[in-house]
């Protein structure tokens, strides 16, 4: 049965031995333990991934739409009324 992602802060990885001695081998030239070597240069990188994943950017033209539908927000259609009498949301 999998482990959950909550059963502490292990992580294992499954990579070739030449591979884990590559790594190894960069680590003890940046005098770093392993562990340390993989957060060093993965966490910026998750971080990115995070970042274009969740950042949006508008064009100037998009900004000012945005900014007139939020200032005028077009009429409701019945199908957004019948979602919002039953509490509900559109998919």
Sequence with gaps: MPRRATEGNRVELRIKP??????????ALEHVDLTG???SKMLPEARAVIE??????LTSRDSLTVLDLLENPPKPTARLKRAAK???TLR
């Design 37 to 39: 070597f993989i957060l």
């Design 18 to 27: 030449e591979e884990k001695a590559i790594l190894a081998r960069a680590a």
């Design 52 to 57: 274009r994943a969740e950042h949006v950017a």
């Design 86 to 88: 039953a509490g509900q």
